[in-house]
Nanobody, 126 residues
Framework: VQLQAYGGGLVQPGGFLRLSCAAS????????MGWFRQAPGKEREFVAA????????YYAESVKGRFTISRDNIKDTVYLQMDSLKPEDAAVYYC????????????????????WGQGTQVTVSS
């Protein structure tokens, strides 16, 4: 499985961005997906997760109500819509995938994921 994350950039506080993660090498409908982020000097942290079919989502408290994870299994792509961005959201964002046979499962720790994208930089600054 190869993951390609893109969509990062520079945005002002209060602005929005949509990240995308395209999966290849395996049908994304067999993959639970997640987004993580890592700011300079900090450990990588969980942001959001979605189950295989997209019916179940889970968010870190710090982004709940502002970020939305979704997926389009026809396009083999997972999205992270980020609204009301704050300076503390600035980080390199990584998408991750895990092969699972459980339709309703989602995963929130990085050691539960098998595959990682290369990361896309999000900068929030005025």
């Amino acid at each position: 499985v190869q993951l390609q994350a893109y969509g990062g950039g520079l945005v002002q506080p209060g602005g929005f961005l949509r990240l995308s993660c395209a999966a290849s090498g395996r049908a994304s409908s067999s993959l639970a997906m997640g987004w993580f982020r890592q700011a300079p000097g900090k450990e990588r942290e969980f942001v959001a997760a979605v189950s295989r079919a997209g019916g179940i989502t889970y968010y870190a408290e710090s982004v709940k109500g502002r970020f939305t994870i979704s997926r389009d299994n026809i396009k083999d792509t997972v999205y992270l819509q980020m609204d009301s961005l704050k300076p503390e959201d600035a980080a390199v964002y990584y998408c991750a995938a895990r092969v699972t046979s459980y339709v309703r499962s989602y995963y929130i720790t990085d050691d539960q994921y098998n595959y990682w994208g290369q990361g896309t930089q999000v900068t929030v600054s005025s």
